[in-house]
């Protein structure tokens, strides 16, 4: 019974920040990998960024060097801190396993850039 449950979204204005949180249950959380996905109208989902068991990071090239994800083991979370964003950085974000695991998406949380 696997759980990944994101939240902190919301509409910001471009140039704003956002932090994201997934919190996960029913896994061995600090041996997974994890990252985050998002997907916007009309696009296929991808991956933006991952972090490994040991704390290595990957990011996509569209958001490197405004994106940070992070982990916390002792709570089971996984964070996104988005900083300097875009309006087509608008999407509905998730986190999942890297790779993903078809049965494990949320409901995602929705990020909205706009003026």
């Known amino acids: 019974q696997v759980q990944l449950v994101e939240s902190g979204g919301g509409l910001v204005q471009p140039g704003g920040s956002l932090r994201l949180s997934c919190a996960a249950s029913g896994t061995i959380f600090s041996r997974d990998n994890m990252g985050w996905y998002r997907q916007a109208p009309g696009k296929q989902r991808e991956l933006v960024a991952t972090i490994t068991s040991v704390g290595s990071t990957k990011y996509a090239d569209s958001v490197k060097g405004r994106f940070t994800i992070s982990r916390d083991n002792a709570k089971n979370t996984v964070y996104l801190q988005m900083n300097s964003l875009k309006p087509e950085d608008t999407a509905v974000y998730y986190c999942?396993?890297?790779?993903?695991?078809?049965?494990?998406w949320g409901q995602g949380t929705q990020v909205t850039v706009s003026s």
């Open positions: 999942n396993f890297v790779p993903y695991n078809i049965n494990y």
